[in-house]
């Protein structure tokens, strides 16, 4: 039997369908054409394709812009939105439009074009944590930007067009529709029960352990009651933190452990699928943009999913916003779990 | 430069990059494999493969759920919700769940294994349409439902899984979240200024003619100001009127037209690309739903989308509900109209 399931925080129905798999599915697996070492950008010796860099990770005393990096962080080349000029807001007839002013970087997260996350060193994960957190502070500092997306595209079903691992930050001049969702849902349920929305969902997952994939001393990794993606994730601190700017060098530590954990069982128990990662953390705070889309620091807890693209968003996602997921996460949950204690 | 677009009806804002469009696509084609035709479950003859019919239009006396039909109705056979049962909702711990109650339906719109609809003609067209009032009519009397979505999903990017021309059905016992958005819109602009709001976009539309595909005397299709995938359009009904079902047969006949000329030119011009087709129409109407999810007969107005699925939904857009779109709507606009003129 079906059942619908709604998420807590986005509050959004998933249709759970265990039937549905299986059904005749037809899962096409897209390999990404490999990039010509010529034509990567990201390549170590490639420093002059890209813009100049924003940060980097490097051996010490080696000049900027040249070999000898770890981690490198660029503007993107084809920027969705641009850095220089005002923000113009404006009406157009009927309509409301702004200027794209923004900023939209990527960090490139190793020399090598196939050392995907998982197969990283420790260090090196954290390293690319050290680099998103760096950038995260720096553009907090620019009063025209609201809000920083960091999120991970790998694979072409996930919307990636480059194999070279990478992930990029947005930094916008307005508070996503996602964000504002989740902030006025954990606002309301701080209200309501003067607690944290975030704390009561770990709670209620350690508690039962049904979902729990992994969890370290910082970190919980859970498959969410609803899931709209088979196999998704969610990796929640365990302390309370609205920013993931703040977060210390231990936490990154404890982080880039439990991404490596999960990112692995992915690629054993699920043949490497394609995947989004994002990063939800608070808009940026200062008293100018002190306006309903803030969040107390007690109320909203940052927070990463990861959701692989084994099934396509179709016509019945974009009609309804709810999603249709032929698996559970309980199950979901079982195969990483083993993933995870066998890798 | 780069420029946001807020959507008047969903609050979202667009990302419009148009300088990302001349970096290296790797547009995947995927060729959907053929359905062999002793697997395929929408041949004529192959009735009994399906469930029994719901409703079908076929030749004057000729015996339901054998050959000889036109369009045939069934139940999906791997259905997201099943109709059996009373509708339970409880709280599972922390968590809110019900069961999978609600209807799942196909409408196969030929028994042809690849008459797609642009290529039908306008009376098979039409009959799809009278196929999917006939069904929500039906569906609107159970009052355990409260919404039911008529959608496509056209090629495996879109979600497809049978190449077999089909539209779906689904009916359920919520109001899908994008149904409460466009409604609570749709009521505070009606309330705000005495004017409703489809009627507005389309006056606006029509007034530069800069997005609009095709016109015929009963529907406007252009490409939405803040369009979220390329070469989206909304195909706009004339005459105010919540509820799709009660559409007149002249109604549906131009709406036959407006889908034909439409798909045709994306057909022609796009290289026949994946694509979801959905209409937005208002939730059943009873006293017992009178909630504040309804509509007035005044404030909100049916309508079709059609995404074509070029791009991937990746994580930026999961992480902030925005969109990033490399082709703006004039642009888009230009192409279709061209292809519908020529086409």
């Given amino acids: 039997m079906p059942e619908l399931r709604k998420d807590p925080v986005g509050g959004r129905w998933v249709v759970f369908s265990p039937e549905r798999q299986i059904r005749p599915q037809r899962y096409h697996c897209v390999e990404m ?10 390549l170590e010796g490639h420093e002059a394709y890209t813009p100049p860099e924003l940060y980097a990770i490097r051996q010490n005393g080696v000049a900027p812009n040249g070999p000898g990096w770890q981690v490198r962080v660029v503007s993107n080349r084809f920027p969705a939105l641009r850095v220089e000029g005002d923000l113009d807001k404006e009406a157009v007839g009927f ?62 079903r996930a919307g990636a067009t480059l194999p070279h691992p990478h992930t990029q930050l947005i930094a916008m001049p307005v508070t996503p529709i996602v964000v504002k ?39 919980t990794v859970f498959c969410p009651f609803a899931s709209r993606f088979p196999f998704e994730t969610c990796l929640m601190p365990r302390r309370q933190s609205a920013d993931f700017q703040n ?24 043949n490497q699928p394609d995947y989004n990662l994002i990063l939800h953390t608070a ?50 949950a079982n195969v990483l779990r083993e993933a995870v204690t066998n890798g």
């Fill in 33 to 42: 054409p490999a990039t010509r070492p010529e034509e990567d950008p990201f």
């Fill in 95 to 156: 309509y409301d439009r702004m200027n794209g002013i923004g900023a939209h970087e990527v960090i490139v997260e190793t020399p090598h074009p196939n050392l995907v996350l998982e197969k990283q060193s420790l260090a090196g994960v954290t390293r690319v944590l050290e680099a998103c957190r760096a950038r995260m502070i720096d553009l907090s500092k620019d009063t025209r930007m609201h809000y920083a997306l960091i999120f991970k595209n790998h694979g072409p």
């Fill in 181 to 219: 969702e989740k902030l006025v849902a954990a606002r309301a349920y701080y209200m309501g029960k003067d607690r944290n929305l975030f704390e009561d969902i770990l709670k209620a997952e350690r508690r039962t352990g049904d979902r729990v994939v992994f969890e370290n001393d910082g970190f």
């Fill in 247 to 270: 977060s210390s060098d231990g936490v990154l530590l404890l982080l880039a452990e439990a991404i490596q954990r999960v990112l692995g069982a992915y690629a054993s128990a699920l």
């Fill in 283 to 332: 808009p940026f705070r200062r008293s100018r943009h002190q306006d309903a889309w803030t969040t107390l620091d007690a109320d909203f807890r940052w927070h990463i999913e990861i959701l692989p693209r084994l099934t396509e968003v179709a016509g019945f996602e974009f009609g309804t916003g709810f999603y249709i997921n032929p698996t559970l996460p309980e199950e979901a």
